[in-house]
């Protein structure tokens, strides 16, 4: 079978068993048959001493958890001289009926006309002259899915997706602008006083495993990069990677306060944006959507998807010390809800749907209640209950979380959410009132 072929039907089939609710490929659907665990607990420590004060998080616990990821889960990414070099490529034209303006930037990762490039689209508030907080995700099938905007650039390279996305042989054609328009709602969220910037995931790394011949690894001259060992950061490393340099751009954007930028993904891109708050405390805020096993859902409970089938399906995404915990999640030092620690003291909204069984909502959730104690050591409100929020209730502090009626996707119900999240977090209390209206 041809790659391309192959890898849009393992899609096909990804997209299909995710939608099955019942315990067939051995999955497991019955709460009944989730197993007895015990969870690591984020506030002691490696030597069995007890985390007290936010002092010992900073000064060492958390540490030790960022290193544990870094080792077992998602992979080093070695530190490299790359020079982004900045091309923009539209300064700032008006767009969405004038409610907007709209950037492309290129931010090419090397001085080799052949380096890897991250095509960045932004879109501006166009009533806000100062600098606005912002949402920033990577995209499945590239910028121009957002928005069916004949100006933006379309995607060259290779994407997931099929033909009823307007992917034809893994590349976008013309037919796949606006093909994600309804989980991008650029208008409101530029309405809401928010920029909202966005680029393919696979300018950064190609998802699918060819032991990392093309994307960014190429970059980090490590040859075990290369052979992905141990403990070689994989694909969502390199795409976390990636938006660490586009936040290194914001940080010269005079129309984007990068101190206020919240990191948002859906899915794979969930599990990504979660590492990336994790990593780089740069992104004041992040918001994770149906990301599912690897993201914000407990290992542990086995539910859904599980460690081994996560690293059969895609073999690349995670590093390959993941693997030794395939059928073997309760020798992971760490579990999910360390993962949402490490953001603390920074805002993190989960956000689960109720139908996609395969993500495990109800793992999702104890994950951010297991993690609420180190939201509070660090004197924050962290969650603000102990119940479960009814499906299309959102329950909101310092963390969030809500169960969406319906499929595994984002849709406007998640994005009023995360608006009236960021406002909460980002927005002075007059900045909100006006724009409610
Ligand atoms: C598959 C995969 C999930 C992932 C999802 C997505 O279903 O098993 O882990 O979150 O694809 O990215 O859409």
């Given at each position: ?81 790359v020079s982004p070099q900045l091309n923009v490529t539209e300064q700032g ?10 950037r492309q930037v290129t931010i090419r990762l090397g001085e080799e006309p052949?380096s890897p490039k991250i095509d960045l689209l932004i ?13 920033v ?6 910028n ?9 650039k ?43 910037a966005?680029a393919?995931?696979?300018d950064l ?11 960014v ?25 990636g938006l660490s340099r586009i936040m290194d751009y914001f940080e010269h954007d005079a129309k984007i306060?990068h ?179």
């Open positions: 079978m041809q790659k391309n072929s192959f890898h849009e039907c393992l899609y096909l089939w990804m997209i299909f068993m995710s939608t099955i609710p019942s315990s067939a490929h051995g999955q497991n659907y019955e709460e009944a048959k989730v197993p007895e665990y015990t969870l690591p607990d984020p506030l002691v420590a490696e030597d069995g001493e007890s985390v007290r004060t936010a002092d010992q998080w900073f000064s060492s616990r958390r540490k030790e958890i960022l290193e544990l990821f870094r080792r077992e889960v998602y992979g080093r990414i070695p530190p490299t001289t034209t008006p767009a969405l009926d004038g409610s907007a303006l709209r052949s879109y501006y508030p166009a009533h806000i002259t100062k600098a606005t907080p912002a949402f995700g990577l995209n499945f099938i590239g121009q899915s957002i928005q069916a905007d004949p100006q933006i379309l995607c060259e390279n290779w994407t997931i997706g099929g033909e009823h996305e307007g992917v034809v042989d893994h590349r976008p054609t013309e037919a796949s602008r606006g093909k994600k328009a309804s989980r991008w709602p650029v208008k409101e969220i530029v309405r809401r006083g928010y920029a909202v966005t393919h995931c696979g790394d190609p998802d699918f495993d060819d032991s990392f011949k093309n994307g690894h190429a970059l980090f001259g490590n040859p075990s990069q290369k052979n992905h060992d141990g403990d070689s950061g994989g694909t969502i490393a390199a795409w976390s990677w306060d101190r206020r930028v919240a990191v948002v993904g859906h899915s794979r891109l969930g599990k990504t944006a979660l590492w990336t708050g994790a990593r780089d405390p740069r992104f004041a805020a992040v918001i994770s959507n149906n990301s599912g096993c690897g993201g914000a859902a407990l290992s542990r409970r086995q539910f859904g998807e599980t460690v081994e089938a996560i690293n059969t399906n895609f073999p690349h995404w995670f590093c390959t010390n993941f693997k030794t915990y395939n059928r073997n999640e309760s020798a992971l030092p760490v579990d999910q809800h360390m993962l949402l620690s490490l953001i603390a003291p920074r805002p993190v909204y989960v956000a689960s749907a109720t139908e996609d069984l395969w993500a495990d909502p109800q793992g999702e959730f104890l994950a951010v209640l297991a993690a609420d104690p180190v939201y509070k050591l660090l004197g924050t409100e962290g969650f603000p209950s102990t119940t479960k929020p009814k499906p299309d209730e959102s329950t909101q502090a310092t963390m969030g979380y809500h169960l969406r009626t319906g499929p595994h996707d984002v849709r406007w119900y998640d994005w009023q959410q995360y608006l009236d999240f960021a406002d909460h977090h980002f927005q002075s209390t007059d900045a909100k009132k006006k724009k409610r209206k």
